[in-house]
Every structure is written in C-alpha cells, then in structure tokens.
C-alpha cells in the first residue's frame, strides 16, 4: 500500500476467539485534531469567508441571481406565474415538483440511506456493530439499550473509552434526505423541460438580482460561521475524557471551574445565538458600506484583488470547511458520547416520539449539519470566482486600473439580457456605474489552479480518512458479561515483575514514538513534492501570462503579479515543513533516550550531532522549495537583418508524348 495511502492501524491482540483491533486514527487525524487547531480552522473560516464576501464584486451586480440546483429546485417548487403560463401548465409543475418532494424522500430513505448504512458507519449510530440495538435482560423484560461502551486510540496511540449513544438505526437519515432533495428536484426539473417549450422552462435563475441578495447572504454566512465557532469550544469542552486522557488535560481550570455548570454553557450559547443575529440584522449593513466606502476612498485600486486571489481565498473556505469535519474527535463514524450535550440544551439527544415512530437529533450529526447547510453556500461561491468574467453578470472593466464596475441602470440590463448570465457584448461604456472593491486581469485559468489545488487535496484526504478511519469504533462483542468478567480476573492473576511492567511500557512507547515519526517523514515529503510541484506550476503560469500579455503592464505588488496565489502556497508549505522536521528531531531524541543511548537531559538543540543534521536538512530543503519564488519572463522580439532575396525560381515539367508505331 502507497504511503499516502497506509492506515497505520494500531492492534490489540487478546486471547484466541476473542482477538479484536481497536484502530487509532490515521496520520491525518492525528496533524489536525488538536483542540487549539480546531479553534484556529473555526476562526479562519468567519475571517476568510467574511473577507470573500467583502471584496466580490458580484456583490454589487445588478443581474438576476443564478444558482445552479437549488435555484432550479426552487423554481420547479415556486416559481412566479409566467405570461406564457396558464392553470393547467402551473398545476402540472407544482404537483410534479410535490410528488417529486414525496418520492425523493421515500427513495432516500428507503434506498440510498441503507446503502450508505451498509458501508459508511456513520450512517449507522456510530458504528456497524453499534448500529444494532442490544437487549439487556432486566426486571421488566428485555429493554433496548441506548449507550453502548466502545474503546478507541487517538494522539498517536492514546487509549480511551467512552459511552455512545445507540438508541437510533437510522442515524443521518434526515441529513441524506436533506442534502438529496435539491438534487432530485433539479434532475425531474430538468426532464420536465424536455415537455414544454423554451418560454417555461425552469431555469436557476432566481427573481431576485445579486445586490439585493448579498446583504442576507453575508448575514447568513455572518451567524452560520460564528456558531460553528462557538460549537466547536463547547463540544471540545465538554468532552472531559479526551481532553483530560488524550491532549494532556487541555484547558482543564476552565473546564472544570466554569464549562461544567450546564446553566453556563446553555446561556452562553443562546447569548451568542442572540448576538449574532442582532448584529447580522442591524450592525452588518452599516458596518459593511463603511469599511466598503473605506477601501474605495483610502486603499489604492492597484491592491485590490483580482480573480485569482479571489478564487484562492473562496476556494480556501471550502478548504476549511472539510477540514472542521475531519477535525471532529468522531469522524467519520459521527457517534454521539453520552457525556457530550447539544449546544444550547442539556441533553445530548433530542428525540420526537409517536406510538411506533422517534425522530432523533443527536449532538454530531447537529453540529456537523451547521457546516453541510454552510457548504453548499461556499462551492457556489468558489465556482463563481473560477468562472468570473465581468460580462456575464453586466459588469465593465475600467482600462486604465482594470477595477471592476457594475452598471446600475437595471432597465438597460435587462433589455441586453439574452438569457440566463449572458449579456450582448459589448455593455455601453457610457453607463451609469458603481465602483466594486475587485479587479480583473483576465488572465489564463492556470493562475487560479492552487484554488482548485486547495479544494482537490482537501477532499483526497477526507476520502482517505472515511475509508481508513471508518473503523475506528470497533468493539469487543465476544467478550460481553460473564466471558469478560472471567478473562479480566485470568488478566488480575497472571501478574508480572515491576520491571518487566516497565519493559512492557517502554516498549510500547517506543512502538509509539517510531510511527509517529514515520507518519512525520510522510508528512515531510508530501510537502516537498507540493512545493516543488507548484514552484514548476508557477514558472508555466508566469510564462504564460507575460506571452500572452506582453504588451500590459500591472503595478508591481503581491496581488497584481501572475504566479502571486502559488508563492503563498509555497511559502504556508515551507513554513510547515520546517515546523515538522524540527517535530520530527524532536520525536527522534525521544526515541534515543527510550533506547537508553542518550542521556534523559538531552535536547535536540543541546546535541552536536543532531543540531547539524536539523541545520542541513533545512538548508536542503530551504534551497530546493525556497519559500518565496517569484519569477519573471521577458520576451524581447527584434528583426535579423538580410539581404534581398531573388525573385522566386518557378519549377515546370514538360512531357512530350509521342505516338507509337502499331
């Protein structure tokens, strides 16, 4: 198996039949579930995502929102009676899109939500083996369980065990349903316009024009964001077990003085809850046009950004927003421990009964819905900046700064309309426009890639980790009541010397710190090959845009130059592999003082021998990734002189043919 591909499991053997694995989480999970890089990938996802909704320039279009599948699915459901429309056209699409609702749902959960519970163990309580409901022999007769104990490794081979909820079968049903619905829709809608002519056809435009739009939608991204934020410290936490046992009693006074009060916690979530929607509805507006009006009339056109900055950034919060899922301590498995509340309540299950049915809501599959409702958002928007052009959405380009500028005059943009983003060319230059806080270069689409890098990376990994890690939850099934009580007693019985205890210790510890430092090697040459990768990326795209572009000139800046978006990547990878080859000495002196070859006092920076080799290993990989690359291509043309060439000499063929004697 490839490296970038190994699962890395950590095995427990016990005895014969009763042999089970516990799997720790794999490499990834342990580089990016530490509780301080949660609260860093929430805080970056509210500033990116504010600052991506700041600086577009669609913000201030003029043209009818378009979103593909949810405004197609809203508009099959919805849409205003058109002037071609009649009772009859109207009742059909209504009650199609209706019975479209009713059978989307019936065959999402009658048959893509076992498929997926077939496979996926998050779609299952938790885990497949947590997914059926264990009877317990009590006084009343036999009740369903609805917790179940389950064992795991974490933080390189920590162990630990917590309770998790297995009252409900049908986990994530309700999400898949949700998630599939647009797209069901969007599908028949399209079918159906293969029945009725082009004047009613259902479109994913929205009749609605993007400046109005955009004021809700930096309000919506406003409060999603700032409860994910705030999600994300309160399950952290509140899950004592792991903080305490696994990341070395991470905020422990805080936790224990403060965050274990329910009353705390509860009111502090709908405090914030208030707050932010207070803020969205009558601070944002205000406080958007004025930091707007700031950058137009105090921040040079030449440092606003173009589309390749846009789309990095835009592509960014997409990044973050897989990356908070992943770094959920129950991805992919999305069990619920029974110590961990819903934000906002004091439960961690929020059930609704009837006589034969429940509909329960449990604390992951809540706090993780936040980032799946908030994703669909953020694709929509990075699609957008990868396909920006400013025509497409009646906009102009102003020559002299390339700053874009959006035609205000809604009449004379509709009457351009020739269908949905289409407008005919070219716009009046002599509209009546505003200015927008974006420029664009139209440069090739090579220089928005480490956008599409982002975004492509993120989700590998997410695959990787599903598949990998969807075991992670396994549990001892044959050792339950009194088999497990008798071999923990043969476990008490079967004692050893103290010293061979601390053999046994060491030695595991030993085991530990070797695949941490291999997954570290992993690590270190997976970010030299994407720095050299993308420094090659970035020669091809400077070349390119002087080529095709030689007779522009842009201001010399960090975001008027071509190539700009990959020495940014270049320079965030380098930075990281300097931290994780610093990390990786560091494991390797602690791997010497277990094998009793170094001193217990050493440190890697104390140690001759190992500080030289941390020193060159960061020279090498400093000159062959340098941090910042810039380049530049200058193609001069100039004429050879020559003498005048002779007229062209003409080459004829002449056959003669001549009769033959008979």
């Not at 694709?379 to 052009?389: E, P």
């Not at 599409?452 to 396994?474: G, P």
């Not at 595991?508 to 695949?515: E, L, Q, T």
């Given at each position: 198996?490839?490296w ?12 014969a ?11 990834t ?65 209504v009650?199609?899109a ?58 390189g ?20 349903m ?23 056809h ?15 939608v ?12 705030f999600c ?17 009693n ?17 009111s ?18 205000p ?6 009006q ?7 056109t ?12 835009s592509?960014?919060?997409v990044?973050?927003d ?27 299950v ?6 034969r ?22 694709v ?33 943009l509709?009457a ?20 927008t ?16 890098c ?24 044959q050792?339950q ?62 070349w ?24 940014l ?8 592999l ?13 791997i010497?003082?277990l094998r ?59 056959h ?7």
């Amino acid at each position: 198996m490839p490296w970038w591909w190994r699962a890395s499991p950590w095995v427990v053997k016990t005895r014969a039949k009763s042999t089970y694995v516990e799997r720790q989480e794999s490499g990834t999970g342990l580089s990016i579930r530490h509780p301080w890089k949660r609260v860093v990938a929430a805080m970056l996802l509210l500033g990116l995502n504010s600052l991506v909704h700041l600086v577009n320039p669609v913000a201030m279009s003029r043209a009818p929102v378009s979103i593909p599948v949810y405004g197609t699915a809203f508009n099959f459901l919805c849409r205003p009676t058109l002037l071609d429309d009649t009772l009859g056209t109207v009742t059909i699409r209504v009650s199609l899109a209706v019975l479209t609702i009713v059978l989307g749902g019936i065959f999402s959960r009658a048959v893509v939500f076992p498929l997926l519970r077939r496979y996926l163990s998050m779609f299952s309580s938790g885990h497949a083996e947590l997914g059926r409901v264990e009877s317990i022999k009590m006084s009343g007769g036999l009740v369903a369980s609805s917790h179940r104990t389950v064992h795991a490794f974490a933080n390189g081979g920590r162990p630990y065990t917590i309770q998790v909820y297995i009252g409900s079968t049908s986990q994530g049903s309700w999400t898949v349903m949700l998630c599939l619905m647009p797209l069901i829709l969007s599908v028949v809608a399209t079918i159906f316009n293969l029945f009725v002519p082009a004047t009613l056809h259902v479109t994913s435009v929205l009749p609605v024009r993007y400046v109005d739009l955009y004021p809700a939608v930096r309000a919506y991204v406003l409060i999603w964001n700032g409860l994910v934020l705030f999600c994300t410290w309160d399950v952290m936490l509140q899950d004592h077990i792991r903080c305490d046992t696994v990341f070395d009693n991470w905020m422990f006074t805080f936790r224990w003085h403060v965050w274990r009060h329910q009353w705390v916690r509860i009111s502090c979530f709908w405090l914030v809850v208030a707050t932010l929607v207070a803020y969205a509805a009558v601070g944002l507006p205000p406080v958007h046009a004025a930091l707007t009006q700031r950058f137009l009339d105090h921040v040079s056109t030449d440092l606003y950004f173009n589309e390749s900055w846009r789309a990095v950034f835009s592509g960014a919060v997409v990044m973050l927003d897989v990356v908070i899922l992943m770094q959920d301590w129950d991805f992919p498995t999305a069990a619920s421990p029974s110590h961990v509340f819903i934000p906002g309540f004091a439960s961690n299950v929020l059930s609704i009964r009837t006589h034969r049915f429940q509909l329960a809501f449990t604390c992951k599959w809540i706090v993780a819905t936040l980032i799946m409702v908030m994703m669909p958002l953020d694709v929509w928007t990075f699609v957008q900046q990868l396909n920006y052009t400013p025509t497409e959405y009646g906009q102009l380009v102003v020559a002299s700064t390339l700053q874009v500028v959006s035609m205000t005059n809604t009449t004379a943009l509709d009457a351009l309309a020739c269908g949905p983003l289409c407008y005919r060319h070219p716009l009046p230059v002599d509209a009546d426009v505003v200015a927008t806080l974006g420029r664009f270069f139209s440069w090739p689409i090579e220089d928005k890639f480490p956008a599409v890098c982002l975004v492509a990376y993120v989700v590998f990994l997410c695959i990787r980790m599903v598949v990998n890690e969807d075991s992670r939850f396994v549990v001892s099934s044959q050792m339950q009541g009194v088999k497990q009580a008798m071999y923990r007693r043969q476990l008490d019985s079967a004692t050893l010397p103290p010293h061979a205890v601390l053999d046994l210790v060491r030695l595991a510890d030993i085991k530990r710190y070797y695949w941490l430092r291999r997954h570290s090697d992993d690590i270190c040459v997976g970010l030299s090959l994407f720095g050299l990768v993308m420094m090659l990326l970035q020669l091809r795209c400077i070349w390119q845009v002087q080529v095709m572009f030689a007779t522009e000139t842009y201001p010399s800046n960090m975001v008027s130059t071509p190539g700009q978006t990959y020495a940014l990547l270049i320079f965030i990878s380098t930075l990281l592999l300097v931290f994780e080859l610093v990390r990786r000495f560091r494991l390797t002196v602690d791997i010497l003082k277990l094998r009793q070859k170094l001193a217990p006092t050493t440190t890697m920076w104390r140690h001759p021998r190992i500080r030289a080799q941390v020193a060159v290993e960061l020279i090498v990989n400093m000159a062959i990734v340098p941090p910042f690359v810039t380049g530049m291509f200058v193609v001069n043309e100039y004429q050879m002189r020559a003498s005048t060439c002779p007229p062209p000499v003409h080459f004829s063929c002449f056959h003669r043919i001549e009769p033959c004697a008979l």
